[in-house]
């Protein structure tokens, strides 16, 4: 269906449906059989072994070839400043490998060298490529202890300075959680992701309670980000990466001055809600 037919068709539809014989519905689902067909030809056989046969061994081998050098690095690298341009350096490979341009918007927001918390949605294995490219400083991300199992990057996660937090035994994580805290007070930022993992429909699930913890006990400001389009970009369970722009959506630090662990809950649905607002393009 052409875009001109499609517009008749949605003209037709509406004079039918003001008229009483047919339903306003037909035309929204006229439109998304036309997005439908659209991204079938887009992201058809071509493209899956586009990812299969190109994007993913490169992926893998910049993963195995960069990974054993940050292990090596590890050896003397202390503050883990060196294995974080090794990331960002692997990080800008895949971006520039997958063909699918960043937007950045509100970055100007988080200038300053208050300590910060900035609170990330996760849709995408591809997330934290896109958050070493474009976020400008050196950083440490809370992750779970799942990811300790997967080779080279589990390992660079460990060796790394990065956060591990074991959700079946939080106690294992008081060590974590200490020094987390003394960065993070001390101006090195932390990332996080307050859904607990990977939305599977591409919506913002609720944020986990306890995630912004470290934020009121540091008194650091929390920053939120929306990444838009990278759920359609590589969602869950699937290695097809369909090349697609993307937009990384920064809003206003919010302060937690104020609020005590009593009130995580309050400042919880409040980052929610500002994450949500970014998401679905809503001006902040």
Known sequence: MTLSKLTATAELEKDRAESGSVAP????????????????????????LRSYLIFNPLIWAYTLILGTISLIVSLFDRNGRLQHKLAHLWSRLIMTTIVSPVTVTGMEKVVGSRPRVYA???????????LYVHLPFQ????????????PFVGWHLRRSGQVCINQQNPSASIGAIKSALKSLKTGTPLVIFP??????????????PGAFFLAIKAQADIVPIALVGTFDLLPMNT???????????VGQPISTSGYTLRSMDALSDRVHKAVVDLHKGRVQ
Do not use: Q
């Not at 036309?34 to 071509?46: C, F």
């Not at 369909?242 to 937009?247: G, I, M, T, V, W």
């Open 25 to 48: 519905s037909s035309v929204s689902s006229a439109v998304r059989s036309e997005t439908s067909a659209a991204n079938h030809n887009r992201y058809g056989w071509p493209s899956r």
């Open 120 to 130: 990330v949605t996760h849709a995408s294995a591809l997330d934290i490529p896109i």
């Open 139 to 150: 950083f440490r991300i809370i992750f779970k202890s799942e990811l300790l199992s997967y």
């Open 195 to 208: 859904e607990g993992g990977r939305t599977p429909n591409g919506e913002v699930l609720p944020f986990l």
């Open 239 to 249: 290695y097809h990466i369909k090349c697609r722009p993307l937009e990384m959506r």
